[in-house]
């Protein structure tokens, strides 16, 4: 699935949109070039599922727990664990019924679930591009809702 983001409010959007068909977990990939909006997406998410801190890049300390309305939300940025092998005792934050946000999971792709959903994100001409997939059955019905309901 493909979707344009042309300004900031559409991804206000996006992250309201997403947030409403968290049932009871979500695991989420972000991936692209450095300012690409990975964390601005974030943001926006972690305030719609009901997160009252401000949301910051978590760069330095790889990973930050905040407390939504009735679950963790997880914010990791992976970028500093490019090549690592070493075992990261992230489980109980991947497979618990929380919400994880990875941004640059590419680099640790072998200790993550299966089942998740990955966005791409590319500037494009001063717009964003996204492309998004699923894995696993909860999931994809998921981003299939989200495909049904986003229109800009």
Known sequence: MKIFLNNIEDTKKLAKLL????ENKLFLTLTGD???GKTTLTKFLAKNLGVKETVTSPTFNILKEYQAKNFSFYHIDAYRLENSEDDLGFEEIFFEDNVC??????FIED?????KINIKIENKLGKRELTLSSEG?????MLKKLEERWQV
Not at 101 to 106: K, N, P, Q
Not at 111 to 115: D, G, H, I, M, N
Not at 137 to 141: A, G, L, S
């Open 34 to 36: 450095l300012a690409a």
């Open 101 to 106: 946000v990875v941004e640059w999971g590419e």
């Open 137 to 141: 059955d909860y999931y994809n019905k």
């Open 19 to 22: 947030s409403s068909l968290v």
């Open 111 to 115: 200790f993550l679930p299966k089942e």
